[in-house]
């Protein structure tokens, strides 16, 4: 049994303000001098950006679907080490979840989330159209599901002092406290752009004012003692703390692993390079916009998710960098790119020259690509055997052509093949979070191994 005080920030639908009141919810916190674990229910990778620049340390996801129900309380708790207190921001409505023919209605929502961390709910609600109304709104999210703890709620975009009573009067005869009530401010927002918030690393100063004082919103607006006391009646956590070391065996021979990072890249899972690590690897970050080479030594290269189409010129323009990931790819060494990885890797993206090591074009699509999937591997790669069943999203807003190679990475469905299987290299873009499928690392870390890189040199000569 572990102990560790955790709330549930939720709300009745996507928009209502809770990736802000988190945001806030945690810097306040923070400022307290509370060490604050940020956590963000689904596959969501731009959040967590907020979140951890309002904490200073990493803001984690919680994903049913990408990792198993039975790793999210682990998960919760190593994130969670060394904290006071864990804050896990809900994915859009409280019980929307995964719609897949192969789960149950609400699998992977907040609701969902919020039983397997035996965790009370804050309910933020955007009052800015309604008045009396929000008593049956929240009597209703409250008894909807007796196993849901709905512990607060929390007025988003209050319009005035007379607007505030009004809401809470109402509430009051819904037995449901009220833990702040926050006012609308126009001038108070995250810049957003086709697949949703602009991510916090890209914004940088900029960034941390928007942090810092949506932490100030928070603190004016909210009783952040109700929301301590709220967290502490969260009862003892029955697991153990994940660990990376648990789910893979060093291998030999310390392989230095690149892991690309920068503003065009942005998109990643802490696990995934914990997991690295754990395997035996070392490794170490290269920023595509400004690095002019891979880091000396390299054995394998991982490409994560991001905004390449944002930074196409500037990409395009570090050619040395470019011919450095081709001559890589062309030696055999492993390389794991997914969606702006793929994009990356490239022939060109939007018309612009990139690594060329896959014989792909690239463009920005009229409409996003966004789901679960539950994907078999159709080709024995350095990330999976031929027959190996993931579970993984989608997340993107640009097309490949062809959309799959001779020898494609993934299928799902009947007959959907995608991505790209070509030497060491394993381009799709299919989104996994590696600590659901530990197996990845190890496979490789173990294709990075001088041993195993020597004799698959040997074979692309």
């Known amino acids: ?50 979140h951890g620049l309002a904490a200073g340390r990493p803001g984690r996801n919680l994903d049913p679907w990408l990792v198993g129900e039975e790793r999210i309380a682990p998960l919760l708790l190593h994130g969670a080490r060394g904290a006071d207190l864990a804050v896990v921001e809900g994915v859009m409505g409280l019980f929307d979840g995964a719609t897949h023919p192969t789960v149950e209605p609400g699998f992977a929502s907040t609701a969902h989330v919020a039983g397997l961390l035996r965790a009370p709910v804050v309910l933020v609600v955007d009052a800015s159209s309604q008045a009396r109304s929000v008593a049956a709104l929240v009597h209703g999210f409250a008894t909807f599901d007796p196993s ?124 995934n390079a914990e997991l690295l690590a754990a395997a035996g690897a070392e490794v ?26 944002v930074y196409a010129a500037e990409l395009s323009a570090n050619e040395t960098l470019r011919a450095d990931v081709a001559a890589l790819a062309a030696r055999g060494a492993p390389v794991a790119a997914e969606c702006a990885g793929l994009l990356y890797l490239a022939r060109e993206l ?36 031929a027959g190996t069943r993931v579970r993984g999203h989608e997340f993107h807003r640009t097309h490949a052509d062809p959309p799959a190679g001779p020898s494609p990475a993934w299928q799902w469905g009947a007959t959907a093949r995608e991505g790209f299987v070509q030497g060491g290299v394993h381009a799709s873009y299919l989104h996994l979070n590696w600590a659901g499928t530990p197996g990845v690392a190890q496979r490789f870390v173990t294709a990075c191994t001088p041993a195993v890189r020597s004799e698959t040199a040997r074979a692309h000569r």
Request: aromatic content about 4%.
């Open 1 to 50: 049994m572990t102990r560790i005080p955790r709330v549930v920030v939720a709300a009745p639908s996507s928009d209502a303000g809770k990736t802000s009141v988190t945001t806030g919810l945690v810097a306040a916190l923070t400022a307290r001098g509370l060490t604050v674990s940020p956590h963000k229910v689904g596959p969501d990778y731009i959040d967590p950006g907020y």
């Open 148 to 271: 849901v703890r709905l512990g607060g709620v929390i007025l988003n975009r209050v319009g005035s002092d007379r607007h505030e009573a009004i809401l809470r009067a109402a509430l009051g005869a819904a037995g449901v406290p009220v833990l702040g009530a926050i006012r609308r401010l126009e001038t108070l927002h995250t810049p957003s752009r086709h697949l949703g918030l602009v991510p916090a690393a890209e914004r940088s100063a900029e960034a941390v004012a928007t942090v810092r004082r949506l932490g100030e919103v928070v603190a004016d607006g909210v009783d952040l003692t109700a929301v301590l006391r709220l967290a502490g009646t969260a009862p003892d956590v029955a697991a153990q703390p994940w660990d990376p070391a648990a789910e893979v065996t060093p291998t030999g021979g310390r392989p230095r692993i690149a892991v690309a990072g920068g503003p065009a890249f942005t998109f990643g899972y802490a696990e």
């Open 284 to 309: 170490v970050t290269v920023d595509p916009l400004r690095d002019e080479a891979l880091p000396e030594g390299t054995d394998g290269l991982v490409v994560g998710g991001g905004f390449p189409e």
């Open 350 to 385: 939007d018309g612009v020259p990139m690594c060329g090591v896959l014989d792909v074009a690239t463009a920005m699509a009229p409409r996003l690509t966004l789901g679960y999937r539950a994907a078999v591997a159709t080709t024995g790669s350095v990330l999976a055997a």
